[in-house]
């Protein structure tokens, strides 16, 4: 949604598909399910309901428009192989993972994240996690946002 509302009517001339991924594939069936109640959707700004979501036959329930689920990728991935994607990432998150991790399994996931990154991408954490900074490549930014 964040990215329809950036590029606009320019979406076409960019490449935003996202790639989703978790090892477990409970989780991804829920996300390509793209179901959300009423609460759910609460915080959303003004006009997003119904611009990005078309109401369920079931009352209070809400699924993603065609036109947004359509432009994500869900893959089954294991944080702890090598990252094989075709094409390098422009930005990467990872948020609320790496806080199950040690230090040694963290500094290994953040050096095959930068290698599948592009120059000057980015790769944003959670605010509860943190980057060992003297054993990352990537360049310190602000909290939980780190770039190549």
Not at 36 to 57: I, Q
Not at 73 to 97: A, H, Q
């Amino acid at each position: 949604m964040i990215l329809k509302e950036y590029f606009g009517t320019k979406a076409g001339m960019w490449d935003t598909r996202v790639l989703a991924t978790d090892i477990s594939q409970n989780a991804l069936s829920a996300a390509q399910n793209a179901q959300y109640d009423e609460e759910s959707l609460s915080k959303l700004p003004a006009g997003w309901k119904t611009k990005y979501f078309n109401r369920t036959s079931e009352p209070g329930v809400w699924t993603v428009k065609p036109e947004l689920k359509s432009n994500v990728i869900f893959r089954t991935f294991n944080l702890m192989e090598p990252i094989r994607f075709k094409i390098p990432f422009d930005v990467i998150f990872c948020r609320n993972v790496m806080i199950y991790f040690d230090q040694d399994t963290k500094n290994q996931l953040v050096n095959r994240f930068y290698d599948a990154t592009v120059p000057g991408g980015y790769l944003l954490i959670g605010h509860s996690e943190s980057i060992d900074k003297s054993a990352t490549r990537y360049n310190y930014v602000k909290p939980a946002l780190y770039r190549k």
